[in-house]
Nanobody, 123 residues
Framework: QVHLVESGGGLVQAGDSLRLSCAASGLTFSNYAMGWFRQAPGKEREFVVAINWIGRRTYYVDSVKGRFTISRDNAKNTVYLQMNSLKPEDTAIYYC????????????????WGQGTQVTVSS
């Protein structure tokens, strides 16, 4: 059974940083592209960033470019999201997801999802 477990969320002030982690089990992690999504209160879930199996290809939504960085450690079965210069509009539940092939499209279906971690940015 596949499990994706996010951690690292919390309450921070605008301009602060957070590093989210997503630990995967039950799948051959290095065979999967990974993505981060977020869902703000009252809004639909949106794509944030994707990374291919080896970390050489990434795709960011425009609103986080230059502030967020995705990375992965296949030896640890973990994907990370470093979030800098956080803004109140970054407040959301952040989800990681796994997909059997990499895509730059924010609209493709992902195969597995975590339960999410809350990020709250106060002004």
């Amino acid at each position: 059974q596949v499990h994706l477990v996010e951690s690292g969320g919390g309450l921070v002030q605008a301009g602060d940083s957070l590093r989210l982690s997503c630990a995967a089990s039950g799948l051959t992690f290095s065979n999967y592209a990974m993505g981060w999504f977020r869902q703000a209160p009252g809004k639909e879930r949106e794509f944030v960033v994707a990374i291919n199996w080896i970390g050489r290809r990434t795709y960011y939504v425009d609103s986080v470019k230059g502030r967020f960085t995705i990375s992965r450690d296949n030896a640890k079965n973990t994907v990370y999201l470093q979030m800098n210069s956080l803004k109140p509009e970054d407040t959301a539940i952040y989800y990681c997801a796994a997909r059997s092939s990499y895509s730059d499209s924010p609209y493709v279906k992902y195969d597995y999802w975590g339960q999410g971690t809350q990020v709250t940015v106060s002004s």
